[in-house]
């Protein structure tokens, strides 16, 4: 499976979605899956 993660935020606005969304990644790496994120423009 694929998984593209798409981050609506800016990295550093104090909140965890940014960094929930990379350790989503982490784990689906962890799984043997294929993940890619890009920012949003």
Known sequence: MK???????EPYDNTDVTWNGLRLAGKLLEA?????????E
């Open 3 to 9: 998984v593209l993660i798409i981050f609506n935020r």
């Open 32 to 40: 043997g899956q294929e993940a890619k994120s890009v920012p949003d």
